[in-house]
């Protein structure tokens, strides 16, 4: 048998190395061949899923620890960056990234007391501070008197650049996330974080500190997935309370973390890639049917991929060495 | 044993109360520096939730832990912990999709403090030191119990502790492997750690203790050589009864 040396047993070998950086150049070239909008917009959807659940994956993926409400930082990413470039006249990038500090400064203080609470009880919390946020925004004009968030009435940006652009700041974003979660996966903090979803009594026994560890986790996935809020607020040049805030975007990104395998580098850029690839020809054909049908194939697919499909398929190659 | 000897570990009037219930009553203890000190009594008579109280698990109710004279009680676990004392648990608890020297590192990195390549090394030693470097690729969820056992220690031994408390580390093990077992507790003292041992194998308790402790229904009962317990009335009343007293 081989012996992998130690430290090395999970780094990627050159090959796949070179596979990612030649995806990465292709996908830069693309818009230069491809002018077809519907192309690269569904291209830019499909980063924007990966970017997604990759945020959900460093966190919940690798901790174990079911956060139900990042609708809530995706949200405040969007209001931020839209109130920001509205009535601040900030630059769209550095709005985006102020978005993103906005939501760290929410997280921390929300992660402090909930990422105490075990199972359920922190996918309970994280879900009711996701609605309570929504609810804010909805009601603070009309309860403060001011015009600020304008409520239910939402908030339109500046006419934003075409999609090729949008399709660049995906892209970078995506690939920014996937470098981070690689070097997480390697670094002291992942280790901590697999050490905390496997058994986290026995991590804080042998000196992890889980709660700032935790914390950072969420801060990370908190910050992303508000910057990706930003960016998709300009895409759509129109927000409300009900869109932004909506379970909606928590469910896509657990269901897209779950597909292709939590706690995986693959795992969001698989479930992320087929979830969308599959919604929009069905959505096309069966305009009022679709849902029901993606539900179907998610269910084989769980059912069959228990640890989704790159969980599942590791699995397999594990227990093929016979180690 | 002699009164020369450092203290590093001291305990003050500890209890500890789950509601009514006193779980632990105003313990006092001491152990010394590179001593092997047995806890030792019924069920339910409060050994693991001293050693709970000892690593900052829970809180105590009263009294204080001191640590190298430092007062501890109250601090997190992982603070204990990065201080010098590690604690095996009863229930083994490995990270089960990680390999064996994985779970090893861990407590390298953080109990113990090292950066990343320096822990790798230090985990090559300790599992070599315990007898599990052939299977240090192994996810630790296939190996077998002995080897989860050491696998527990190795993880306490890696963090760096000076103190190491051992619950039922021995437990589910059979004759050979608890001989085994002691011949390595002996080593981990060769390398200068102090250990306390809650073992229900009386045997194996009473061979490697330098002194014993004796707990029933949360108060000490008896303290000595593993002679001097044995021959105690009140252990003797407290194990099989007053008819044998």
């Known amino acids: 048998m081989i012996q992998t040396p130690p430290g090395r047993a999970f780094t990627l070998p050159r090959k796949a190395v070179l596979l990612a950086a030649a995806v990465f150049v292709t996908l830069i070239l693309v818009p230069a061949f491809c002018h077809q909008g519907y192309a690269l917009r569904l291209m830019g959807m499909i980063f924007m899923g990966i970017a997604l659940a990759s945020c959900w994956n460093i966190m919940s993926g690798y901790t174990g620890y079911i956060d139900f409400g990042p609708a809530a930082y995706f949200g405040i990413g969007a209001y931020a960056t839209a109130l920001l470039m509205v009535r601040g006249g900030v630059p769209f990038f550095l709005s985006i990234v102020l978005g993103g500090v906005v939501a760290v400064a929410f997280a921390v203080p929300v992660g402090l007391p909930t990422l105490r609470l075990r199972g359920a009880y922190f996918a309970i919390a994280t879900f009711a501070f996701a609605e309570a946020t929504r609810q804010a925004v909805l009601e603070w004009d009309r309860v403060l008197g001011v015009n600020f968030f304008q409520g239910s009435h939402g908030i339109t940006l500046p006419i934003g650049p075409t999609h090729q652009f949008f399709y660049y700041t995906f892209l970078v974003i995506m690939t920014v996330l996937f470098v981070i979660t690689y070097l997480v996966e390697r670094s002291r903090m992942g280790y901590a974080l697999k050490a905390i979803h496997e058994a986290e009594d026995a991590a804080e026994l042998i000196g992890v500190n889980t709660l700032k560890i935790k914390i950072y986790a969420y801060a990370i996935s908190a910050f992303f997935t508000a910057v990706i809020g930003g960016v998709d607020a300009y895409w759509l040049t129109y927000i409300t309370p009900n869109d932004v805030f909506s379970v909606h975007i928590t469910i896509k990104m657990v269901i897209m973390c779950l597909l292709g395998g939590m706690g995986t580098l693959l795992g969001p850029v698989v479930g992320a890639s087929f979830l969308t690839l599959i919604s929009e020809p069905l959505w096309a054909r069966f305009p009022y049917d679709y849902l029901i049908i993606i539900g179907v194939i998610i269910v084989l697919v769980i059912v069959a991929m228990p640890k989704g499909i790159v969980g599942t398929l590791l699995e397999w190659k594990v227990d093929s060495r016979g180690t | ?245």
């Open chain 2, 1 to 245: 044993m002699g009164p020369e000897q450092n203290i590093i570990l001291e305990g003050r009037g500890v209890s500890r109360y789950f509601g009514a219930l006193a779980a632990l009553s105003g313990i006092d203890f001491s152990l010394y520096e590179g001593e092997i000190l047995g806890l030792i009594g019924p069920n339910g008579s409060g050994k693991t939730t001293l050693f709970n109280v000892i690593v900052g698990v829970c809180r105590p109710s009263e009294g204080k832990v001191f640590f190298e004279g430092r007062d501890i009680s109250g601090m997190s676990p992982h603070r204990i912990c990065q201080m010098g004392i590690a604690k095996t648990s009863q229930i083994v608890q490995p990270f089960t999709r990680m390999t064996v020297a994985e779970n090893v590192l861990v407590g390298a990195m953080y109990g113990g403090g090292l950066p990343q390549k320096e822990a790798w090394e230090k985990t090559r030693e300790i599992l070599a030191f315990v007898n599990l470097d052939k299977v240090m690729n192994t996810p630790s969820g296939k190996i077998s119990i002995p080897e989860r056992r050491r696998l527990e220690l190795a993880r306490a031994l890696a963090t760096s502790a000076k103190v190491i408390l051992l619950d039922e580390n021995m437990a589910g093990l059979n004759p050979n492997e608890i001989e085994e077992a002691l011949d390595l507790l002996r080593a981990i003292r060769e390398r200068g750690v102090t250990l306390m041992v809650v073992e229900h194998i009386m045997r194996a308790v009473m061979g490697i203790s330098d002194r014993m402790i004796v707990f029933n229904y949360g108060e000490k009962i008896a303290e000595g050589t593993p002679r001097e317990v044995a021959e105690n009335p009140s252990v003797i009343r407290a194990y099989l009864g007053d008819k044998y007293a």
